[in-house]
T-cell receptor
Framework: EAQVTQNPRYLITVTGKKLTVTCSQNMNHEYMSWYRQDPGLGLRQIYY???????DKGDVPEGYKVSRKEKRNFPLILESPSPNQTSLYFC??????????????FGSGTRLTVV | SQQGEEDPQALSIQEGENATMNCSYK?????LQWYRQNSGRGLVHLILIRSNEREKHSGRLRVTLDTSKKSSSLLITASRAADTASYFC??????????????FGKGTHLIIQP
């Protein structure tokens, strides 16, 4: 089944303790992206990757890191989490054709709480 | 930055009725997409309409796009209880020379009353 898999589904952590949220897709998509969803603010893009070893900042990159060493994986790293990073996180992937006619496939989400 | 704004924020209708949601955006786009999200779950892609298209259908969904007014609408016909969800419009305004990705609105929460 074509899908984007995020882990973990839920995570409670303490301020300052480094964590990684994994994201993997099995569709051979070039493009991958991370979003966070907060009440009243909607979905905001954190980072995206156009292909292996190509990453760039989205609208809210502060406090996050990403890497794209393999096409299928795009982990999100919080080096020193803070309570304002408590949110629902989504990974998404897509083909990137010349006419931009592809929708995104989203993972099921990771609900992160930083205390 | 928020590009799309959905209207209304919430909509409650009876099962079998049609539901219409609107989306307005600010800049030129390559395409506009609609997604559905069931409570706290991942978003599901519904339909994509390119900037040179005016209307598109997929099953019970009908999407229109008016680039002169920078607006789109999503019509769900013959609604069902399972259509209860939040619906988001997302715009792709990527130019290839800078920021890339979809910009989402805040969504319309649709409730279908049995």
């Amino acid at each position: 089944e074509a899908q984007v898999t995020q882990n973990p589904r839920y995570l409670i952590t303490v301020t300052g303790k480094k964590l990684t949220v994994t994201c993997s897709q099995n569709m051979n998509h070039e493009y991958m992206s991370w979003y966070r969803q907060d009440p009243g603010l909607g979905l905001r893009q954190i980072y995206y990757s156009m292909n292996v070893e190509v990453t760039d900042k989205g609208d809210v990159p502060e406090g996050y890191k990403v890497s794209r060493k393999e096409k299928r994986n795009f982990p999100l790293i919080l080096e020193s989490p803070s309570p304002n990073q408590t949110s629902l996180y989504f990974c998404a992937s897509s083909l990137k054709g010349p006419y931009r006619v592809y929708g995104y496939t989203f993972g099921s989400g990771t609900r992160l709480t930083v205390v | 930055s928020q590009q799309g704004e959905e209207d209304p924020q919430a909509l409650s209708i009876q099962e079998g009725e049609n539901a219409t949601m609107n989306c307005s955006y600010k800049t030129s786009i390559n395409n506009l997409q609609w997604y559905r999200q069931n409570s706290g779950r991942g978003l599901v892609h519904l339909i994509l309409i390119r900037s040179n298209e005016r209307e598109k259908h997929s099953g019970r969904l009908r999407v229109t796009l008016d680039t002169s007014k920078k607006s789109s609408s999503l019509l769900i016909t013959a609604s069902r209880a399972a259509d209860t969800a939040s619906y988001f419009c997302a715009t792709d305004a990527s130019t290839g020379g800078g920021a890339d990705g979809l910009t989402f609105g805040k969504g319309t929460h649709l409730i279908i009353q049995p």
